[in-house]
């Protein structure tokens, strides 16, 4: 992927969660920015850290899929202590 000079802003809490537009914007990269919400979608920096955090682990094999589905339980705070552990 090529960097593009171009730049953009990005919501730190996502205004689809009730981000606003005071003291939440972070000028990014566009190529970064984009690259967040492929990978993060709508999670917030804490979440994109749980969420890399449950998914580096040795002796797991992730699908898109599966990705998906994990970040939708961490958006809506459904990740038990057993499968954040596994
Ligand atoms: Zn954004």
Same mark, same amino acid.
């Given at each position: #992927?090529?960097? /593009? @000079?171009?730049?953009?802003? %990005? +919501?730190?809490?996502?205004? $689809? !969660? *009730? *981000? !606003?537009?005071?003291?939440?914007? @972070? @000028? &990014?990269? +566009? $190529?970064? %920015?984009?690259?967040? +919400?492929? &990978?993060?979608?709508?999670?917030?920096?804490?979440?994109? +850290?749980? &969420?890399?955090? #449950?998914?580096? !682990?040795?002796?797991?094999?992730?699908?898109? $899929? &599966?990705?998906?589905?994990?970040?939708?339980?961490?958006? /809506?705070?459904? @990740?038990?202590?057993?499968?954040? !552990?596994?």
């Amino acid at each position: #992927m090529k960097w /593009k @000079v171009t730049q953009s802003k %990005h +919501h730190i809490k996502p205004q $689809s !969660r *009730g *981000g !606003r537009e005071i003291d939440n914007i @972070v @000028v &990014l990269p +566009h $190529s970064f %920015h984009k690259a967040w +919400h492929l &990978l993060f979608d709508t999670l917030t920096v804490e979440e994109a +850290h749980l &969420l890399i955090d #449950m998914i580096m !682990r040795p002796n797991r094999t992730w699908t898109i $899929s &599966l990705i998906k589905k994990l970040r939708k339980k961490i958006e /809506k705070k459904d @990740v038990n202590k057993q499968y954040e !552990r596994g």
